[in-house]
């Protein structure tokens, strides 16, 4: 077993051998610009993008021209957020959100209150899932989209988004998701969600960085461009396409749609063994968010009676993420953890495991035995310090 051990898969995944194999060529071999029609390279270049194309939307259940490639799901979600604003304007000016969504969703609609628009930022339960009797009495007539992520990408919840979409379509409303955590790790189908729009990308599911993509449903709403120039992209997404990036995307798409399953279900098992273990190690352990609506592989969890920074600190062979960001010099609770009624200490407290495909049931077995070690060891601490 090799240390240190790789338990955060939310923050970003290994590239796939298989993946890295399938974009080796586009470097060299085939390095031309698909936007170059005159001659081989340039066509070689353009029929790998479209098949890749045809793999991602394959992925999630969309026709290939419902997919336009970005460089990652933070612009996708910019650009749909700010599209729909700019291209409904004639319909409505209100935008519903929800306060445990990604920084690039959450603060591209609270930038639309300076356009003159309307945000409503609904809470979430304590298990972090969305009240639907919540969601349906901040709808109006001038509510124009509902923009819910698929999965928490530090909790794990899993919001129940044909409900939403059912609800937001009622009121005559487009519906976005940012399903960068869950597809890929879940079965996800855009017309089973009922969607209109989401956005993922490819470091997420063992493909490469700086490569993302956004759904838009045919016959739903014409986006206007983010980004201006050369028309790429059938004029949505301005600029040279990565074409090695491109490419192996697809590849991770199409290994997802093969293996999803039963990697979720080896994955899952894994985590339940990691609480399973931690629960018996450590008293008073406290998950958060709900067990049943979630990720297979997530586990985030608090400490009571420990000391935030000291638990992360002490994680020194185990890669995984501290429930708080430290900004600055001072640490400060986790904004989900927050949002789901956390107390600010045993928020600062917590622990976000991130289990994938090249984890093993060694690394869960060593990985709990080692912070169990280390709360023990900081309870007894604070005890012998505590007046």
Known sequence: MNRPIYLDYHA??????????????????????PASRN?????????????????????IGAHH???????????????IIRGVARAARDRGSHVVTVSTEHPS?????????????????????????????????????GTILVSVMAANNEIGVLQPLAAIAAIARRAGALVHTDASQAVGKVPFDVAAAGVDLASFTAHKMCGPKGVGAMYVRRRSLR????V??????????????????????????????HEVEDEGRRVGAMRDALLEDLRERVPGLRVNGSLSARLPHNLNVSF????????????????????????????????????????????????RFGLGRWTTADEVAYAAAKVASIVSRLRQQYLEVRP
């Open 12 to 33: 970003t995944t290994p590239t796939d051998p298989r993946v890295v194999e399938a974009m080796l060529p586009f470097f060299t071999e085939h390095f031309g610009n």
């Open 39 to 59: 001659h081989a390279f340039g066509w070689r270049a353009a029929e790998a993008v479209e098949r890749a194309r045809e793999q991602v939307a394959r992925l």
């Open 65 to 79: 021209r419902e997919i336009t490639f970005t460089g990652g799901a933070t612009e996708s979600n910019n650009t």
């Open 105 to 141: 969703v959450l603060e591209t609609c609270l930038a639309l209150r300076e356009e003159g628009l309307t945000v409503t930022v609904l809470p979430v339960e304590p298990d972090g899932l969305l009240d639907l009797d919540r969601l349906e009495a901040a709808l109006a007539p």
């Open 223 to 226: 986006l206007p461009p983010l």
């Open 228 to 257: 201006h120039g050369g028309g790429q992209e059938r004029g949505l997404r301005s600029g040279t396409l990565n074409v090695p990036a491109i490419v192996g995307f697809g590849a991770a798409a199409e290994i997802a749609r």
């Open 304 to 351: 009571p009676g420990v000391e935030g920074e000291s638990l992360a600190m002490a994680c020194d062979d185990i890669a995984v993420s501290a429930g708080a960001a430290c900004g600055t010099a001072t640490a400060t609770p986790s904004r989900i953890l927050t949002a789901i009624g956390v107390e600010p200490d045993l928020a600062l407290a917590s622990l």
